[in-house]
């Protein structure tokens, strides 16, 4: 499905010092064409993150061994006065060299912000290793358009001496690697992915085997990423043993499998976004994430919800679109708060938690461990997948932004992507659908306990689960990618607070060429404006059905059933 967020970035910096930024809005304009001397200018401005120090090595260069970046630490670079730092974040990647090229190390992990030590794999053997350090700093540069400069600092360093063979006679040994569940989880199914094992091929070949909860040895897959399959409530235990003719090893893991939690109920005087409005129509919403502050629809335009970044609005801004603005049925619009639940590196807690080197840079309570960040969301490379498997580790973050929709007063939360399941390599930790149904089941538990509703977003194959948790759903393009009836079974949920049922919100977007602009000719293969709206607007699913421009930025509203 289509990824929006809140603040496009148009160009990331490469190399020492180069850094160009643009709005949403100059983007693709003859704007951005009479401008860029201007914003060249202006990141001339901006100093790129300082070096300070020399990067080297150290450790044991054989396999098996642990080596570790060191020497090197890092500070701001110029920042002029209004300018404000968003995050800043320092990043490993190791790669194993012959005498003409280099390649990505042999046990490098998914977690680059966390990967100063690296062990040595049997591949490099022979090899010399190599690490490159970058230091990424976000630069707020107008707030009131949030405008933002990214620029980075790469260091590299060259071990002189090549990596050493295993030692022959010693027994194999292999790790787990890219993350475990916690000690005690509601997820009822895990992955375990194992290092290639560390030997000597003197000792001829390697066999790697695991048993879950002391049942019969399986040959380790290719891939050395084993499943566990579906676990009851209590204690569990995975092992790994690694053997040769120089002997065996084992590694092993326990933890415990509970309930997920109840679901918790909206605590305080909640807004239940319901189904229909008082003419028996779906609540029409816009949504606008791609904006600092919305703009206000009124007359025969006028909405009842606006879906809006919960970072950049403010609480006067809620304030007054609870009193003043105009709405369509109610006295005044309710406000949902986007959340992400990816990793963005332009929000103010986006820094993660660095152990070393130090960075001068204020830190928050927020940070994010940098051993949680995964892989880059396709597509977005300021934005980088969460492992849900590390609840407590982000439930400091987690609360913190919660609390914060809470303080500015919106009514209800919508978090998105929480599909890094689907499917589970997506991340580079290998999640389950149980690892999402336990973070998630904390994280809308924790909405309701702050007084505000909570709205599903997309992941078709947990919708289900997701009603009991949840007051609502964000569906995107589900006649680009259907089927749309995923999501009925929101609107066919009805209870006490929601008698019609609950609200959805659908999105069709321009650049996907499915639905025409109302009063226009269709291309082929493109449906009417209405053939859309009596598909999903009308009918059984009754979704607020909207077509906007992929970047959300209030431009493009074309609300079912007119257009307008």
Request: aromatic share 12%.
């Amino acid at each position: 499905m289509a990824k929006t967020y809140a603040a496009p970035v148009i160009a990331l910096t490469t190399g020492l010092a180069l850094a160009i930024g643009m709005t949403p809005v100059q983007a693709g304009s003859r704007a951005a064409g009479s401008r860029s001397g201007a914003i060249l200018a202006a990141a001339a401005r901006i100093g790129p993150p300082v070096p300070v120090g020399r990067l080297k090595i150290a450790g044991d260069f054989r396999d098996g061994g642990t080596v570790t970046a060191r020497g090197l630490s890092w500070r701001l670079g110029r920042v002029p006065a209004g300018d404000r730092v968003l995050s800043f974040e320092v990043g490993y990647s190791w790669q194993a060299c012959a005498r003409r090229s280099c390649a990505r190390a042999a046990d490098s992990t998914a977690t680059p912000f966390a990967a100063r030590r690296y062990i040595v794999g049997h591949a490099d053997a022979g090899r010399r290793l190599r690490v490159t350090v970058t230091a990424t700093e976000v630069v707020q540069t107008r707030a009131a358009r949030f405008t933002f400069r990214v620029l980075r600092t790469r260091r590299s360093y060259t071990a002189s001496s090549r990596v050493a063979a295993y030692p022959q006679g010693r027994r194999p040994v292999s790790e787990f690697v890219n993350g475990l569940p916690e000690p005690t989880t509601g997820s009822a199914a895990e992955y375990f992915q194992v290092d290639p094992a560390h030997y000597s091929s003197a000792n001829g070949p390697v066999q790697q085997r695991f048993r879950i909860d002391g049942g019969r040895w399986r040959a380790m897959p290719p891939r050395r990423v084993f499943y566990t399959g579906h676990l009851r409530p209590g204690q569990h235990r995975v092992s790994v043993r690694t053997a040769d003719r120089a002997g065996s090893s084992a590694i092993s893991f326990g933890w415990r499998v509970t309930r997920l939690p109840a679901p918790l109920r909206c605590q305080g005087s909640c807004w239940y976004p319901p189904h229909l409005n008082k003419a028996g129509h779906p609540m029409r919403w816009d949504w606008q994430i791609g904006r600092t502050f919305p703009r206000q629809r009124t007359g025969r335009r006028a909405i009842d919800i606006y879906d809006i970044d919960g970072f950049l609005t403010t609480g006067a801004q809620i304030r007054q679109i609870h009193t003043t603005w105009q709405a369509a049925t109610l006295p005044h619009p309710k406000a949902i708060c986007y959340l992400d639940l990816a990793w963005e590196d332009y929000r103010p807690d986006g820094s993660p938690a660095p152990r070393s080197p130090a960075v001068s840079f204020p830190r928050t309570r927020s940070l994010f461990p940098a051993a949680t960040l995964g892989k880059v969301y396709f597509g977005f490379p300021q934005e980088r997948w969460v492992d849900f498997r590390q609840l407590n580790a982000l439930k400091p973050m987690l609360t913190e932004r919660i609390a914060m929709c809470a303080r500015k007063g919106f009514n209800a939360v919508e978090l998105d992507d929480i599909d890094s399941f689907d499917p589970p390599q997506t991340t580079g930790f290998y999640l389950t659908a149980g690892d999402a149904q336990n973070y998630l089941a904390f994280a809308f538990n924790l909405v309701h306990s702050y007084g505000m509703t909570a709205v599903w977003k997309n992941s078709p194959l947990l919708a289900k689960w997701g009603t009991k948790y949840t007051e609502g759903a964000v569906v995107e393009e589900c006649l680009a990618f259907p089927p749309c009836s995923a999501w009925h079974v929101f609107t066919a949920d009805k209870t006490a607070a929601q008698p019609t049922g609950k609200w959805v919100g659908e999105a069709e977007y321009g650049a996907d060429h499915v639905v025409c602009d109302p009063g226009t000719r269709c291309r082929a293969g493109m449906r009417t404006f209405a053939a859309f709206c009596r598909a999903v607007y009308a009918g059984p699913l009754g979704f607020s059905a909207v077509k906007f421009d992929v970047n959300l930025d209030g431009k493009v509203f074309f609300p079912c059933p007119r257009g307008r």
